[in-house]
């Protein structure tokens, strides 16, 4: 879209949908092995032009809608995905989403901080991650910073592991000095929670206000900042928003921003073991995943302590040789969390 709220709102919607892995099952993923790889592709159908034109009167109605904004009659959109475990003390693994047809990238760095607080588990960002960098680079690289939120993990008491967002993300954009704040309010114990985010597009002063953002909540925002769009309802089921600033000239009528109940994920498309490298993920986990799904989970246990003593020898013979791990896939400087992939990575899609 040309119109600089209507992009803020689709990066918010998308930023709704990545949260859709939170709705299910709490599950506990395998222990990354330093320089692990992951490649997979979607070709995504398309389903609504988002990024063309906007979320106006649009209720979204699948994952697709939003991945594949501004897909074209010519078949589906190809969106890539590359990632590397680029440190294991501390686990910090870089990655990239890609769509170069549409010139959309996102980057960020994964790296969590978890402890236990009486009857749950917090899980939030840990400090190489500074969030997602979403790039337009069609439009000038207009780029938008979304930081993650908190998670809870509740039901340990009842054997049913849930997971409550709680406490407040941020999405800032400078080159169009537009920021959005998402609130996510904690929910109760016992009954229904009608809305537990709600949140406010506005502008703002990038040169003296981009390092109080992250500093602020709703109702920090100053009077100096004009708000231009809200939004409010449940993130895991449906967020509705509504344009403050009237850009139509007529009443601004609240519209679905995203309904999470009716996403549905497209397969991802990896290529054959065969086909992969000792170090991607499928090739390295395949023997003890297969045990799992067979229910031998001593053999499981014996195969995941091979794989694990195999990275403590590689790390051994890099520590004699005197030499420091180097990514395959990326430049070895991440501390700003944005992470870059090197010119000569070998990209196995």
């Not at 100053?222 to 509705?240: E, H, I, Q, R, Y």
């Amino acid at each position: 879209s040309d119109d600089e709220v209507e992009r803020m709102l689709a990066t918010l919607a998308w930023w709704f949908s990545k949260l859709l892995k939170h709705t299910g099952k709490v599950l506990k993923p395998f222990n990354s092995v330093l320089g692990e790889q992951f490649f997979c592709h979607w070709e995504v159908p398309r389903e609504g032009d988002i990024i063309s034109n906007g979320l106006q009167g649009t209720a979204t109605s699948s994952a697709t809608d939003v991945s594949a904004a501004n897909a074209t009659n010519n078949g589906a959109l190809r969106v890539e995905y590359i990632t590397e475990q680029v440190s294991h003390h501390p686990p910090v693994s870089a990655h990239i989403y890609r769509c170069q047809e549409r010139g959309i990238e996102a980057a960020g760095i994964d790296h969590i901080s978890a402890k236990f607080t009486g009857l749950s588990a917090t899980v939030a960002a840990g400090s190489h991650c500074k969030g997602i960098f979403v790039t337009l680079t069609k439009r000038d690289n207009e780029t938008y910073v979304c930081t993650h939120p908190t998670a809870n993990i509740v039901g340990w008491l009842r054997g049913s592991l849930k997971v409550q967002c709680v406490e407040t993300s941020y999405i800032v954009c400078a080159k169009t000095k537009l920021a959005t704040i998402v609130e996510f309010k904690e929910e109760r114990w016992f009954g229904k929670n009608k809305d537990n985010v709600s949140g406010r597009v506005f502008r703002y002063d990038p040169e003296t206000q981009a390092e109080l953002i992250p500093t602020w909540r709703l109702k920090d925002i100053p009077k100096s900042c004009p708000t231009v769009a809200t939004f409010s309802g449940n993130w895991d089921k449906l967020v509705s928003a509504q344009r403050e600033d009237n850009p139509s000239g007529s009443a601004n009528a609240t519209r679905t921003l995203i309904d999470m109940s009716s996403l549905q994920v497209v397969d991802k498309i990896v290529k054959p073991l065969e086909e992969q490298g000792e170090m991607e993920s499928r090739r390295v986990w395949d023997p003890v995943a297969s045990k799992m799904l067979q229910g031998k989970f001593s053999d499981a246990t014996k195969l995941k302590r091979i794989v694990e003593d195999a990275q403590r020898e590689r790390t051994a013979a890099r520590n004699d040789r005197g030499e420091e791990f180097v990514p395959a896939l990326f430049k070895p400087d991440y501390s700003n969390g944005r992470p870059e992939l090197l010119e000569t990575a070998p990209i196995n899609l």
